[in-house]
């Protein structure tokens, strides 16, 4: 299996700071990389795939980098709606798996 | 637009079975791979599985721990996704999602907002 591993695994931010998460794979994936973001109670949502395409209706504050091994998820300007887990997710192979999250917090 | 609704979470005896649900609406639901995904209490997420569409004879794929107990099916006249529990843990306590792959793809785009399963005596 391989394995996603991130980090950190929590930050805490300020509104307005730029926040940079990253996240490797323990074997290349190419850009068959996805980002998560989770809130609360809440179900996941997908952000961003094959590692920087923005899904439909993700803010543009949201960019995302990388390919084989090493990858980032960039929120530009964090707003009080960005606080969340994010979660990297490969899909190069089975099983899928996702990294462990990495949780922002309000400074 | 796009809903997930999953359905059929409850509390189970180690041993049981259940049958969790997901009904979609407002797509082609026959057009895509659907995926099941849970998160255990306070923790990350781990896929369970997925059914292929018709297109490819409704194959599935299933995780190592959920393997021979756990069984994904599909019925496109309902709209519908199935996930059947069997011989169920208690690590097997999670919240359940239904996920849906972009036509094509194999990323998701959309999640249901989940069902609770609880394996406890």
């Known amino acids: 299996d391989i394995q996603m591993t991130q980090s950190p695994s929590s930050l805490s931010a300020s509104v307005g700071d730029r926040v940079t998460i990253t996240c490797r794979a323990s074997?290349?994936?190419?850009?068959?990389l996805a980002w998560l973001q989770q809130k609360p109670g809440k179900a996941p949502k997908s952000l961003i795939y094959?590692?920087?395409s923005l899904q439909s209706g993700v803010p543009s504050k949201f960019s995302g980098s990388g390919s084989g091994t090493d990858f980032t998820l960039t929120i530009s300007s964090l707003q009080p709606e960005d606080f969340a887990t994010y979660f990297c997710?490969?899909?190069?192979?089975?099983?899928?798996?996702f990294g462990g999250g990495t949780k922002v917090e309000i400074k | 637009e796009v809903h997930l609704v999953e359905s059929g979470g409850g509390l189970v005896q180690p041993g049981g079975s259940l049958r969790l649900s997901c009904a979609a609406s407002?797509?082609?639901?026959?057009?895509?791979?659907m995926d099941w995904v849970r998160q255990a209490p306070g923790k990350g997420l781990e896929w369970v599985g997925r059914?292929?569409?018709?297109?490819?004879?409704?194959?599935?794929e299933y995780a190592a721990s959920v393997k021979g107990r756990f069984i994904i099916s599909r019925d496109d006249s309902k709209n519908s996704l199935y996930l059947q529990l069997n011989s169920l843990k208690t690590e097997d306590t999670a919240v359940y999602y239904c996920?849906?792959?972009?036509?094509?793809?194999?990323?998701?785009?959309?999640w249901g907002q989940g069902t609770l399963v609880t394996v406890s005596s």
């Open positions: 059914t292929r569409n018709k297109a490819d004879s409704y194959t599935t």
């Open positions: 094959a590692a920087s």
């Open positions: 997710q490969q899909y190069y192979s089975y099983p899928l798996t």
């Open positions: 074997q290349g994936i190419s850009n068959y």
């Open positions: 407002g797509f082609i639901f026959s057009d895509h791979y």
């Open positions: 996920a849906r792959l972009i036509s094509g793809r194999f990323y998701f785009d959309y």
